[in-house]
């Protein structure tokens, strides 16, 4: 089971920037993808941005030359850098991970991890 912590979310005017931090504890044997979803009342989750074990980025056309993902692999954290942030960038975002357990019989399973969420306002 992993347990994922989210933080920076906030209120920022049209233009302006803020950097999410997600950081994933428990037990797993490995993570895999992480990234970042977000949603609004009433529309579906959209995937926002990802990142894979080795560095390979994918992002939403939306957010492209704006938004920056980036990892540590050694403190198990995802980030994202949110730059000329618009109105329709405010959302609820979740990070996510895929993470792998191996049993105690040596069954190796692969999971999904999510956040609880945090908020970003975008208004003028």
């Known amino acids: 089971q992993v347990q994922l912590v989210e933080s920076g979310g906030g209120l920022v005017h049209p233009g302006g920037s803020l950097r999410l931090s997600c950081a994933a504890s428990g037990v797993f044997e490995d993570i895999d993808d992480m990234g970042w979803y977000r949603q609004t009342p009433g529309k579906q989750r959209e995937l926002v941005a990802s990142?894979?074990?080795?560095?390979?980025?994918n992002y939403a056309d939306s957010v492209k030359e704006r938004f920056t993902i980036s990892r540590d692999n050694t403190k198990n954290a995802v980030y994202l850098q949110m730059n000329n942030l618009k109105l329709h960038d405010a959302a609820a975002y979740y990070c996510?991970?895929?993470?792998?357990?191996?049993?105690?019989?040596?069954?190796?399973?692969?999971?999904?991890?999510w956040g609880q969420g945090t908020q970003v306002s975008v208004s003028s």
């Open positions: 990142i894979s074990k080795g560095g390979q980025v």
């Open positions: 996510y991970v895929h993470y792998t357990v191996v049993s105690p019989s040596g069954i190796w399973g692969r999971h999904d991890g």
